[in-house]
């Protein structure tokens, strides 16, 4: 097998159909038209196929890919994107349709948040959807525990919307708390950090590695806010084997299009959906909602329930919109289809 990080059997058999001057690959950073791949035995830099582009296919952070590596014309492209195992996207901004993948074959990503203004759990819930959904396992990070009074308080507060989700509290400064997150840290895992700017990420990775490797910068005084210090998503390789990625500080994380997320990262209300009088009930004020009653009971808090009730709406929204996105996408393939159709009669005369 060869010695791309986090490489496995299966993509060992996707690969294997390729012969003649191939390389397996790993998209370490990706920027406009070219990307760092990691390869066996070093880094290089790649473009982009033309193919690949035109049908849609973009490469991203932690991607597997084949290289047609033609060293002697000085060429080296990426020519096919292997299959993700784990997919990280969000939903477009704006008016745009459709979602942008951020990040592919994720084992796990910890969610990093930290002891101070960033602290809010309905972000929180917010970011564990949009990891549910990426099919990568989450793990929450309350960073900078150092200057919290009561962190055990705080990890509380999280563990009361994380479910199952571990909860880690740690100072990436003082490096207290850090040995529990070698469990996910093995060969062959990637870890990917996201979270809100300013919150740690690169200053944790640098601890991982005992040494900066990436820069890092102070809060801003008055709100805590970061100041968008890290701009290029990229992938480091730890002495351990494993695997991380440092994400640029996410502003506001939109949801992508896809529904099992938002069940996992509210089990608590769907599991108590399941005795609803109605089986369509919207647990907003019908009556025999078991979901209410669980609200009314304190069993379920009522900012879960209305930012579940938040979410599932900007769910909805999300997927007409790609609906739309993937209509408008279809005409203009049909409008292709149809100039080319004209262009050959003019050709060929036929009718
Ligand atoms: N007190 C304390 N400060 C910390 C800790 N971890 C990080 N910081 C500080 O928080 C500030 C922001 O850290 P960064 O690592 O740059 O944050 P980031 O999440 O990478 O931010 P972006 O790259 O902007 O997304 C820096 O001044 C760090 O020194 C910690 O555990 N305790
Ligand atoms: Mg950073
Ligand atoms: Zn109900």
Redesign the pocket.
Known sequence: MNSVPGWDEELESAFSVYNGPYLPGRVASRHKTVCDILIPGGVVQAGISGALLRIGKQPVVGDFVVLLDQPELGSRMVVNILPRRTCLSRGAVGDGSGEQVLAANIDTIFI?T?AGKDLNLRRLERYLTVVYSSGASPVILL?????ADDPARMVEKIQSVAGDVPVIP?????KAGLDALNPYLIPGETVA?I??????????I?AFFGEAV??????RKDDEK?????TVRQMFLLPSGAVLI????IREIQLGDSSDGLEKAFSDIINAASNCRFKDCTHHDEPGCAVLQAVKAGLIPEERLDSYHRLTEELIFQSKKSEIGLKRLEKEKYKEIAVTIKKYRKFTGKP
Do not use: Y
């Not at 979270?195 to 944790?204: F, P």
């Not at 990436?214 to 809060?219: L, R």
């Open positions: 990093v930290s960073n900078k525990i150092d200057l740690l100072s990436a400064l003082s950090l979270g809100s700017s300013g919150v740690g990420k690169s200053t944790l640098n990436q820069k890092t910068a102070d809060v970061g100041r968008h210090t890290t440092d994400n640029p500080g």
